[in-house]
T-cell receptor, first 109, second 112 residues
Framework: AQRVTQPEKLLSVFKGAPVELKCNYS??????LFWYVQYSRQRLQLLLR??SRESIKGFTADLNKGETSFHLKKPFAQEEDSAMYYC???????????FGKGTRLSVIA | DAMVIQNPRYQVTQFGKPVTLSCSQT?????MYWYQQKSSQAPKLLFH???????NEADTPDNFQSRRPNTSFCFLDIRSPGLGDAAMYLC???????????FGPGTRLTVL
């Protein structure tokens, strides 16, 4: 069965510092990977997906099939980035997402 | 705005007393999901509907049932809630072959 691991429960960084939220997955096929974010008192929302290869709010994530990782990065953290971040995987186009436990990012002024 | 709506946002029930959580969507998505999320844990898929086809996860307890009377609405029924069923319940939708899901705000269930 597929599994998503986010090793850090909490990550605290200073404003302006680089951020990397780690995500590793286990799945033998070619999955689709996503990052979701949940800001305080808001719903879970899609941040970015690997197939789009886009940068959203300064965040990027590269799928590394060799290391089975999909780490989320941002060069300069902002206070408004403080939130809960979830990595998620789908086996194929029409299969439900499997989520990691999430990492709480706290950006300190 | 098109969205996913969950009612109520907070639900308190008594041990063993049946409870129903509601979800509606204006996105016209054909797939609807129910996830259970306990504190500090990953959202866990309970079941999902692909159009009218119901897909139950193997480890979803029989205590949990779902109904989807039409495209817009989906219900989660917990027949006899136990203390361990206290959690946030998330409804989500997606469109056809695209797995990215759109989430509702969740219903926090408390079992007394």
């Amino acid at each position: 069965a597929q599994r998503v691991t986010q090793p850090e429960k909490l990550l605290s960084v200073f404003k302006g510092a680089p951020v990397e939220l780690k995500c590793n997955y286990s799945y033998s096929g070619s999955p689709e990977l996503f990052w979701y974010v949940q800001y305080s008192r808001q719903r879970l929302q899609l941040l970015l997906r690997h197939i789009s290869r886009e940068s959203i709010k300064g965040f990027t994530a590269d799928l590394n099939k060799g290391e089975t990782s999909f780490h989320l990065k941002k060069p300069f953290a902002q206070e408004e980035d403080s939130a809960m971040y979830y990595c998620a995987l789908s086996k194929s186009g029409n299969t439900p997402l499997v989520f990691g436990k999430g990492t709480r990012l706290s950006v300190i002024a | 705005d098109a969205m996913v709506i969950q009612n109520p946002r907070y639900q308190v029930t008594q041990f063993g007393k049946p409870v129903t959580l509601s979800c509606s969507q204006t996105l016209n998505h054909n797939v609807m999901y129910w996830y259970q999320q306990k504190s500090s844990q990953a959202p866990k898929l309970l079941f999902h509907y692909y159009d009218k086809d119901f897909n139950n996860e193997a480890d979803t307890p029989d205590n949990f049932q779902s109904r989807r009377p039409n495209t817009s609405f989906c219900f989660l029924d917990i027949r006899s809630p136990g203390l361990g069923d206290a959690a946030m319940y998330l409804c989500a939708t997606s469109r056809g072959q695209a797995p990215e899901a759109f989430f509702g705000p969740g219903t926090r269930l408390t079992v007394l």
